[in-house]
């Protein structure tokens, strides 16, 4: 992975990150450019990107929050933003196409756990499909059920990485 970057995203990203976005989630699920555009200018600190070759091929966000649980209206609500929180809520994880199953969103995955645990967070949580349970379970995560989650009419399992 020589000549590959992990820094945290800019609005200068916003349209790198709004494509990446559209070719990994479907429609209903997919976070739009408004959605991106609020995130980085509101908690940019919670926005990864891996970058090659200065394309943008993986990224990481979310939120910190006080909340335990990450609920829907987080991916919209700035509001229950809390840059002292203690808990790292997890947006998105997406790597383009041609760049899965290559270890990028794994090795930013472990940057953005790295980077929490030194922020003296209690933890990481996300929701995820039941086949990607075991690929997040490899980092240490735990599947707590099925979430209260109805985003893009799926059904999502919360997964906790406590410190």
């Not at 891996?50 to 649980?69: A, F, L, W």
């Not at 059920?145 to 997964?159: F, P």
């Amino acid at each position: 992975m020589q000549g590959v970057i992990i820094r945290n995203a800019d609005i200068s990203d916003l349209d790198a990150v709004t494509e990446l976005e559209s070719r990994c989630f479907p429609i209903a699920e997919a976070a739009d450019r408004k959605a991106f555009e609020l995130r980085l200018r509101k908690y940019p600190e919670c926005f990864w990107t891996t970058e090659n070759d200065k394309q943008i091929i993986c990224m990481i966000n979310g939120m910190t929050t006080y909340e335990k649980d990450l609920c829907d209206e987080m991916y919209e609500d700035s509001e229950l933003y809390a840059p002292d929180g203690n808990w790292l809520m997890l947006f998105g994880v997406a790597a383009l196409p041609e760049y899965q199953h290559k270890g990028y969103a794994s090795q930013l995955m472990w940057y953005v756990i790295n980077e929490t645990s030194k922020q003296k967070r209690r933890g990481i949580v996300l929701t995820c499909k039941e086949k990607l349970i075991p690929f997040y379970e490899k980092f240490g995560y735990v599947s707590e059920g099925i979430s209260d989650s109805v985003h893009g009419d799926a059904v999502w399992y919360q997964m906790r990485l406590t410190f």
